[in-house]
């Protein structure tokens, strides 16, 4: 992982390839509109094996809904400015902890879209996206059934997870889950204390990851931020 977020994840090469003709790829333009089936060829792939979302068979409105779920406007927290981004598209899974990978039934997203903000040793990211083989709601419960490890690796980092961060039910979503980690061994001049909120609501799912000098701050922070993000995703019908 890098220290402000995570690449943008990658498949092999026919893989990609469905992926790229679905969701506009990493060249910084929007997914294709047209989804009334497959690309020609006839490219084949296990979408449980893959993680891949079906795209092809989902609602086309949710590419417009998923750039609707982004925070519109910089939030007024702790001097936030917007980071300028050569694309905004990107597809991630829901969350990594506990070393959880794309595929055998861990899905990433489709449609998806990213903002982040940053201040004095503060960065906000949010992801937005869609799922079309489960929910959203299951989505995140399958991250609440994960948090259990204590500790895990990714190729640079030892995380060692907090828990659970209790947060007041916010209206009008069908899943809700916060939950703090700490970069251990890593730089402390640098933000190493993470917190995720994850909310759910249909297909669409809304992630927001702060990372702060210390977990207090990115708590507060992200707690500040949850209602803005809720808001963003009930508003959409």
Avoid at 3 to 13: C, E
Avoid at 54 to 78: A, C, K, N, W, Y
Avoid at 89 to 99: F, I, K, N, P, R
Wanted: net charge negative.
């Amino acid at each position: 992982m890098t220290r402000f977020g995570r690449p943008l994840l990658t498949a092999v090469a026919a893989v990609g390839l469905v992926l790229t003709a679905a969701c506009g790829g990493g060249s910084g333009t929007p997914p294709a509109a047209g989804r009334s089936g497959p690309p020609a060829g006839g490219y084949t792939f296990d979408p449980f094996a893959e993680g891949l979302q079906p795209v092809f068979d989902m609602d086309p409105e949710l590419e417009d809904q998923v750039g609707r779920v982004l925070i519109g406007s910089t939030p007024d927290v702790d001097g936030l400015k917007v980071v300028p981004q050569q694309s905004p598209y990107a597809d991630d899974v829901l969350s990594t902890v506990c070393g959880t990978r794309q595929g055998n039934g861990v899905y990433g997203t489709a449609f998806g879209q990213q903002r982040e903000w940053e201040a004095t040793d503060l960065r906000v990211m949010q992801l937005a996206g869609a799922w079309g083989v489960t929910s959203g709601a299951e989505a995140v419960e399958q991250v609440r059934g994960k948090l259990g490890c204590g500790t895990y690796r990714d190729r640079e980092d030892r995380y060692r997870v907090l828990g659970e961060t209790q947060l007041p039910r916010l209206p009008g979503l069908d899943g809700q889950l916060m939950y703090c980690e700490v970069i251990d061994g890593a730089d402390r001049s640098v933000p190493t204390h993470v917190c995720t909120l994850l909310l759910a609501r249909g297909a669409l799912v809304s992630r927001i990851r702060t990372l702060a000098l210390d977990t207090a701050t990115a708590e507060r922070v992200t707690k500040q931020l949850s209602a803005l993000a809720a808001r963003s995703l009930t508003a959409i019908s």
